[in-house]
């Protein structure tokens, strides 16, 4: 399929990883260990140890990737430039099937991209190496944008990392907001490959079919979504937030086994706040970012 498939996981940055980590945990996110990237800079290039790295939340469907810089002598895998923005969620990645076939839309779609770029890290200090194909599109001004196809992924979807407090089982929604929508979703849709539609709060919605395993050596056909929202009508979804640069990721919305009923006990003593889709968890309780338990 030469199209993306599924929402299938967004990357939550900062510069020191062991607060933000904290702060998941505090919502009832289990946490994969931390495990530093290496990659090519360039298809063309040898693979190189990163200064960054991450842990993360894996759902049944796709997961929430925490990431920062550990080392900063080596190549930071432009966390600095998403930084110096703000602190938050910088990283959409679309899953796809089929990296050629991708690759070849974007190309005709005349989308500057140099081929596939190969990412791996070690799931666990001393332990097997994971490995990804990506499709990044070129400097986006959301930050990163991508389509990602795992290539081992029972490594790194693995059970003992499964067993969430707050009974999380999907990453059903990712929510951008920009004052020109129109631009941000047309660049969403030349990378899916699929069209956008009005979304009714103001702004446009791309609308991902699904498909069985493709966020996930568990995960079920089901549609996910991503949302581009006007300025105006950021507050009214996720309520009390204002854009602080555009464009902007916002938010996620988490799909949970019970209504939010266990995220409701974990997060007794922050601040919540009731949101369309379920319980929301202020930015500044979530590494930057509205997290929404429905």
């Known amino acids: 399929m030469n199209t993306a498939v599924a929402l299938d996981h967004v990357g939550i940055a900062a510069r020191d990883l062991g607060p933000l980590c904290a702060a998941y945990e505090r919502l009832g996110f289990a946490l994969s260990p931390v495990a530093q990237q290496s990659g090519r800079r ?3 290039l040898p693979v190189e140890t990163f200064g960054s790295g991450n842990r993360c939340a894996f759902l049944k469907h796709g997961y929430i990737e925490l990431i920062a810089i550990l080392d900063p002598a080596l190549f930071d895998n432009t966390l600095n430039r998403f930084l110096a923005r703000y602190a938050g969620m910088h990283i959409l990645a679309l899953a796809m099937t089929d990296e ?13 991209i140099p081929g596939v770029a190969w990412l791996e890290r070690p799931v666990e200090p001393g332990g097997p190496i994971a490995k990804f194909a990506r499709l990044p599109f070129p400097d986006p001004p959301e930050g990163r944008m991508q389509l990602i196809r795992h290539l081992t992924p029972e490594l790194v979807w693995q059970e003992r990392w499964m067993d969430h407090a707050n009974k999380a089982l999907a990453l059903e929604e990712a929510i951008l907001c920009a004052a020109e929508p129109a631009e941000t979703a047309a660049r969403l849709s030349r990378v899916s490959g699929l069209p956008v539609e009005p979304d009714p709060a103001g702004g446009f919605l791309l609308r991902l079919p699904g498909a069985a395993r493709a966020a996930g050596p568990f995960a079920e056909a089901m549609e996910t979504r991503v949302r581009v929202l006007t300025e ?6 996720l309520p009390g937030l204002r854009a602080p640069v555009s464009p902007f990721m916002a938010g996620i919305v988490v799909r949970t086994a019970d209504g939010g009923a266990a995220a409701r006990r974990v997060l007794a003593g922050i601040p919540t706040v009731a949101a369309q889709a379920g319980l ?9 970012t509205a997290v929404v338990f429905a």
Not at 232 to 237: E, I, K, S, W
């Open 42 to 44: 360039r298809p063309d």
């Open 100 to 112: 050629e076939a991708n690759l070849a839309r974007m190309r005709a779609a005349g989308i500057d």
């Open 232 to 237: 105006a009508a950021l507050p009214d979804v």
């Open 280 to 288: 929301m968890v202020p930015p500044e309780h979530a590494g930057g």
